[in-house]
């Protein structure tokens, strides 16, 4: 209740609103559904059962809406639907479908109310209902947020069951078998005599039958394919190197691309000589574009050669221009003026505090850079019809404004063809590169222009993770945590990137004490406030988020406590825990790691707790102190995500996350000199070497209420896992990221 109780004043205007709304008006509009896209462009003899099912008389197209980055998300929507229409997944054409209000992500409703993910309580779920309302009334198609899920589970099944059914109603019609009599298996209804008709077959008689509106989703029981462990559908291309991402495509007559830009983001340019770079081979253009300059050539390596060519002055950063500046801005942070909000505040953390025998600590969290394997890209074409766009990009809504007010045209003239990502980790949810290639064809009316970032361009036009830092006190009490007031410094990263296409952000941002706010203790005392540092460099989602910092701040302090009171890591834990979920979460992860069990000499075992997008994750790290440094040996993963839609999927997410965020504890970090990025390409910015990847172990619970992601929750928990595993080896206690600045690893 404590953050009910601190920023109530702050949004009860935006609720009142919306309540109002939904009691005039708003409650049909949110009920009310969008047209189905699919209509649109249909021939004769097709038939789109709803935004997700269109069939015609050689395939049955399946819209699997949600970007896929890597994680799977095209595979587990298709099983989606697939389970409820019955068919396989070697039946199906995959699609991502074109930008439609149809496809609206209500996913993000949970993460936009200041409650904790097990209360149920009725002002809890009403604000996410009415959080869910707003975001369908937005239209608001994105992903990201560990949402796919949640948003789709019950949309696509629905989707599935309405096409079978209406499938069925048609085969009634054209065999006179009652429905009652028909039923559905590998992509046809099967009739009581044995015979099939293909769902292709019908699909020109579906036309004319109105969608059925009221359909029952199957019990888990009969479930073929959720929950079960399947091959992905992108396995095959993916393991042969046949997978088409943005990067691999080609339009007819397009040329391509390069770009450079201020290295110094958001500096302008004051001044640029091309005479001697349009006489290189190849080149067919140089172009001005916002705060830089771009090279047109006749391929991407003799694009890109030209523009490293040019000789061009930067303008001054709007920011500090070094990186101890930055650090200072976020120390001084911590004043009244600049408090964002207290989210949290049990007991009296003002007086249990006042004694002297308090136990303090600092801890700092880098800016860290995205840096996907696919580098950023993007094909436009600009005429007087309006624009296309081939790209792989996680919000189409947004980007078909952007391209619009570049182009010069309605949002209707721009059409979008997502394409599958080689990787993201929020660094898609920008569109620089959308924005620049449409500066570039808009110059070129008709061609087709494809651009492409070098590595270096990559890294110095990023906007990584928030810096942050923490300041915490606390003090023990009879061999038990007892009071602890956290305090959060970090810029807000909603505002930084929200006013990039020229949103607002309201209110406190969350994203400054996600996963530290909302930590599953009951702390007779305890106090978390957020402070907003202002705009330093400008600063973009990283897989998890807030989460992968003040999850740090918070899991990494907490252990300080732990210690200073005489008690074990897990037990201490488990007795604050207020809640069953996260309970047996660090039940699971402490039995998965038989923890209390003798490891040996130089070797030691650290845990923690955090919850990231509605998912309660632990993670137990077992390192080994070694001639060479730290070596890790063991890593388990712990997390409730209420519904296992694919296993196998949810296996390689989890691990896969908390290996990233390993690597990047370890290893990496963003730091500015003369405003610019020192770090250029992945040299200076090391991920976990494979001689250095533990054995990775992950159990899932269903416990929870609600189905989850699990694309970032496996990070936020690493960093400190990894932090009080070294402790406990070594006696040294990390508050730093990366811990390579401290410690070598073996």
């Known amino acids: 209740m404590g953050a009910v109780k601190t920023i109530a004043r702050r949004t009860f205007l935006i609720g009142s609103a919306a309540v109002m709304g939904g009691v005039a008006f708003g409650t049909y509009m949110v009920q009310r559904p969008y047209d189905n896209p699919l209509l649109s462009d249909l021939k004769e003899g097709e038939a789109a059962f709803n935004p997700y099912v269109k069939i015609t008389g050689d395939q049955i197209t399946l819209i699997v809406n949600h970007a896929d980055k890597g994680q799977g998300v095209q595979s587990s929507q298709a099983m989606l639907i697939a389970e409820e229409l019955d068919v396989d997944l070697d039946q199906v054409n995959l699609s991502f479908g074109h930008p439609a209000p149809a496809y609206y992500n209500t996913g993000f409703a949970a993460e936009a109310v200041p409650f904790m993910s097990f209360d149920k309580s009725f002002a809890a779920e009403t604000m996410r209902d009415i959080a869910g309302g707003a975001l369908k009334l937005m239209a608001v ?164 050669n030209a523009a490293n060519a040019l000789e061009i002055e930067w303008g001054p950063a709007p920011y500090p221009a070094e990186q101890a500046a930055h650090w200072e801005e976020v120390a001084n942070s911590f004043t009244d003026e600049r408090l964002d909000s207290e989210w949290r505040s049990d007991g009296d953390v003002a007086t249990a505090l006042q004694d002297a025998d308090l136990i303090k600590a600092e801890y700092r969290a880098p800016y860290v850079a995205h840096a996907p394997l696919e580098p950023l890209n993007a094909i436009v074409r600009v005429d007087e019809n309006g624009a296309e766009v081939w790209a792989g990009h996680q919000m189409p809504g947004f980007l078909l404004m952007e391209v619009a007010k570049i182009a010069g045209c309605d949002t209707d003239a721009v059409v979008f063809h997502n394409q599958m990502i080689g990787g993201s980790f929020g660094h898609r949810l920008e569109f620089d590169n959308i924005k620049l290639a449409t500066e570039i064809a808009a110059q070129m009316p008709g061609t087709p222009v494809k651009l492409t970032y070098t590595r270096e361009e990559d890294f ?12 915490s006190q606390g003090r023990v009490k009879g061999g038990k945590v007892d009071s602890w007031s956290l305090d959060i410094a970090m810029p807000s990263v909603m505002a930084s990137q929200l006013s990039r296409i020229g949103q607002a952000a309201p209110g406190p941002d969350m994203q400054i004490v996600a996963g530290a706010w909302n930590m599953p203790y009951d702390i007779p005392n305890l106090r978390v406030r957020a402070y907003r540092v202002p705009e330093l460099a400008p600063i973009s989602s990283w897989r998890s988020v807030g989460a992968s910092s003040a999850g740090f701040f918070a899991e990494g302090f907490l252990d300080e406590l732990i ?92 691990s896969g996350g908390a290996i990233w965020a390993l690597g990047h504890a370890m290893n990496a970090e963003i730091t500015y000199t003369d405003g610019m990025v020192e770090q250029t390409n992945y040299h200076a910015h090391e991920a976990m070497r494979i001689h250095q990847c533990p054995a990775v172990e992950v159990r899932a619970l269903e416990n929870g209420a609600e189905i989850k992601g699990a694309g970032e929750p496996g990070v936020p928990p690493a960093a400190p896992a990894l932090a009080n595993a070294i402790f406990a080896a070594t006696g040294q206690r990390l508050r730093e990221m990366p811990f390579n600045k401290f410690i070598d690893f073996a």
């Not at 949640?150 to 099944?157: N, S, T």
């Not at 073929?224 to 997978?243: C, E």
């Not at 201020?262 to 080149?283: C, T």
């Not at 110095?460 to 300041?471: K, T």
């Open 141 to 304: 198609q994105g992903t990201g947020g560990s949402t796919s899920m949640p948003d789709q589970f019950v949309k696509l099944r629905t989707a599935g069951a309405v096409a079978r059914e209406t499938l069925k109603l048609a085969a009634a019609q054209e065999s006179g078998v009652p429905v009652a009599e028909l039923k559905t298996a590998r992509g046809a209804v099967q009739l009581p005599d044995g015979t099939e008709i293909p769902y292709t077959d019908l699909a020109a008689a579906a036309v004319n039958i109105p969608p059925v509106e009221e359909v029952t989703l199957r019990d888990p029981g009969e479930w073929r394919l959720i929950g079960k462990k399947m091959r992905r559908t992108d396995v095959m291309a993916k393991s042969t190197g046949t997978q088409t991402y943005g990067i691999d495509l080609e339009v007819e007559g397009m040329v391509h691309a390069a770009v450079r830009t201020n290295p110094r983001q958001g500096g302008g340019i004051d001044s640029y000589r091309d005479l001697q770079v349009k006489q290189m081979r190849g080149v067919q253009d140089v172009l001005p574009v916002t705060n830089g300059v771009a090279v047109i050539a006749d391929n991407t390596w003799r694009a890109m």
């Open 460 to 471: 110095a036009h990023d906007y990584p993770r928030q810096i942050g830092m923490s300041r």
């Open 563 to 654: 210690h200073a009171a005489g008690v074990d890591p897990m037990e201490e834990r488990l007795r604050l825990c207020n809640n069953d979920i996260h309970r047996e979460v660090l039940e699971a992860v402490a039995e998965m790691s038989s923890w209390g069990s003798d490891l040996g000499p130089n070797r030691g075992r650290g845990v923690a707790i955090v919850e990231s997008f509605g998912v309660p994750t632990a993670e137990v790290v077992e390192v080994t102190m070694t001639d060479r440094g730290i070596k890790l040996d063991n890593v388990y993963v712990a997390a409730d995500v209420g519904q296992i839609v694919d296993p196998v999927n949810l296996e390689s997410q989890l």
